[in-house]
């Protein structure tokens, strides 16, 4: 249903003035655009960022670290890699032997080897790694304590692009803790699969409109009109940037069919359609995307999970690493990979690993920052970090710095305290 109104003279029976509106597909403009300003409002007391953009690819679960990019070819057989190793276009390095074709792109990614934390449970290790705090309630039932990094960027920048409305925060496919806590639902990310996205297309009924050559020729005709009239002039900043989200190209960000049919094919189905969408949305102004690709929970048979699960995260990951780097795109998008935490680092009786979060999956390309290298090393069994070991705090800060964000960001949280968004979180050195 789209229905447009412009008629501020008439009151309802509220005796409020009945403002202009847009409704498409039940959503309205005014309910749009205030939120909009809310949120634009609350970014006032944050720092204007640059416009960089993350994309995250969650391998939820738990990947293990030695199978994905830290093999230790010379480490114990029952400790190395059971899936080989694939050498990268950097001397010395290699990933496991599912990522062939990441291995040719090594030179454009960073491989963090030493990447710990201290929560070994499948919501308290995504709740450390998405939020920089640990939180040991969150696998006994409790709730998030912290916002996530993705709401945080949303309420510094403000939770709509400020030129395109393209949605600051959008999450592709849920993972756990990736909400705004405290912050406030007007900074929980926007759900390309719920009510939100499908409200971004206009919905009428068939007897409306003879084909779709007649309803594009409509909406023409409604700027047009809307110019001559001087309605659009009428409407305050953020009912224009309602009106834009809807009509304008923001929402063609979702849609693959407008993208180069070559393309497509490059970054294949499923997981590539996903960071294919991804790079289309930073493209249109998103700040930041998240990617849940499940399965890595890998107890048993772990040779098997990954020849499943591996050649999809490839294959996606290197077309979108090089189609970036095509686009001239390398220092505005951050790529960063992760899961809650690693593999225990020996196979157990079931050819497997378990939960271990003293040593866990990290990789990131691109964001500006410094590629063609790992980070930190693995001690001699791949067990827990030998040097400079690196903290989901220390991500968080290294992500900010990409975004433009201040590493002394507070927020006042829900007892009225001021509180850093990073309190011990140090840069990356080497990355930056």
């Avoid at 999970?305 to 990951?317: K, L, T």
Wanted: charged residues 20%; proline residues 4%; contains cysteine.
């Amino acid at each position: 249903m789209l229905t447009i109104q412009f008629d501020r003279r008439n009151g309802n029976c509220e005796g409020s003035s009945r403002r202009d509106f847009l409704k498409v597909g039940g959503l309205g403009a005014m309910g749009l655009s205030g939120l909009m300003q809310a949120r634009a409002e609350a970014a006032q007391t944050g720092k204007q960022v640059k416009d960089t953009s993350v994309v995250w690819l969650w391998l939820g679960g738990g990947p293990t670290h030695v199978e994905t990019f830290d093999p230790k070819m010379t480490a114990p057989v029952e400790y190395r890699s059971v899936t080989g190793e694939a050498k990268t276009n950097i001397p010395g390095v290699s990933l496991g032997g599912n990522f062939q074709q990441m291995a040719q792109l090594a030179d454009k990614m960073a491989f963090v080897r030493s990447f710990a934390h201290t929560n070994s449970g499948h919501g308290g290790g995504t709740h450390y790694v998405m939020t920089g705090y640990d939180n040991r309630n969150i696998d006994n039932g409790g709730l998030p304590s912290r916002p996530s990094i993705g709401s945080i960027t949303a309420r510094v920048r403000g939770a709509n692009h400020r030129v395109t409305g393209m949605p600051t925060y959008v999450r592709l496919s849920n993972i756990s803790s990736d909400g705004p806590a405290w912050l406030g639902t007007a900074f929980a990310p926007f759900d390309s699969n719920g009510d939100a996205r499908r409200n971004m297309s206009l919905q009428l009924a068939t007897n409306r409109i003879d084909d779709r050559r007649g309803l594009l020729k409509g909406f023409d005709n409604l700027r047009r009109d809307s110019d001559r009239t001087g309605v659009m002039d009428g409407l305050d900043a953020f009912e224009k940037q309602a009106f834009s989200l809807v009509l304008g190209n923001a929402p063609q960000a979702f849609d693959l069919k407008r993208e180069d049919p070559r393309v497509v094919a490059k970054y294949g189905g499923g997981l590539g359609q996903q960071m294919l969408t991804a790079r289309r949305l930073c493209e249109a102004g998103c700040g930041f995307v998240t990617i849940h690709y499940g399965g890595w929970d890998m107890h048993g048979n772990i040779k098997r999970s990954m020849s499943s699960r591996g050649p999809a995260v490839d294959r996606a990951v290197a077309a979108f690493v090089d189609d970036v780097a095509q686009r001239g795109m390398s220092d505005n998008i951050l790529l960063v990979i992760s899961g809650e935490f690693g593999r225990t680092p020996r196979i157990n009786r079931n050819a497997g690993r378990d939960h271990w979060a003293p040593l866990s999956t990290l990789a990131l390309a691109g964001g500006g920052l410094k590629m063609g290298q790992t980070v930190g090393e693995s001690d001699a069994k791949v067990s827990r970090p030998q040097n400079d070991p690196i903290t989901p705090q220390d991500l968080m800060a290294t992500v900010f710095h990409v975004l433009g964000i201040d590493r002394k960001l507070q927020f006042v949280n829900q007892g009225g305290r001021p509180v850093f968004m990073v309190e011990e979180g140090q840069l990356i050195n080497q990355l930056v």
